[in-house]
């Protein structure tokens, strides 16, 4: 007689699938995921702060207010270069981009230590 029930087998693989040999699911893969979902809210930040986006938007106050903690210790490396444009002035952050290579630098070393 033939298993009608599909659904069970295909849960359990995906199980299998993400779990790693011990029985939980894998540290590096999530800290991976979360490193990265923070390095696009730093990217986000940059492009708006390149646009010259206005910090008064709520939207983009909640961003620059979000990763103005791990930004902040990072300012002052590099001089904050001013665009001028028609509306608005487009900064060129470094310190955004430093902390987003520092961060893609520890995924890739976590990736490799596990």
Excluded at 60 to 67: A, D, K, M, R, S
Aim: net charge neutral; hydrophobic share 50%.
């Amino acid at each position: 007689m033939r298993n009608t029930d599909h659904g069970t087998g295909i849960v359990s693989r995906v199980i299998n699938i993400i779990s790693s040999s011990d029985g939980c699911v894998g540290t590096g893969s999530m800290v991976g995921l979360l490193l990265g979902a923070v390095d696009a809210i730093l990217l986000l930040r940059f492009v708006l702060k390149l646009l010259g986006a206005s910090p008064g938007n709520f939207f983009v106050n909640g961003i620059y207010g979000l990763t103005q903690p791990v930004v902040g210790i990072f300012e002052g490396i590099g001089p904050q270069v001013a665009l001028p444009s028609i509306n608005a002035t487009a900064n060129f952050e470094p310190a955004t981009l430093i902390v987003m290579i520092g961060l893609a630098l520890i995924v890739w070393v976590l990736r490799k230590i596990s």
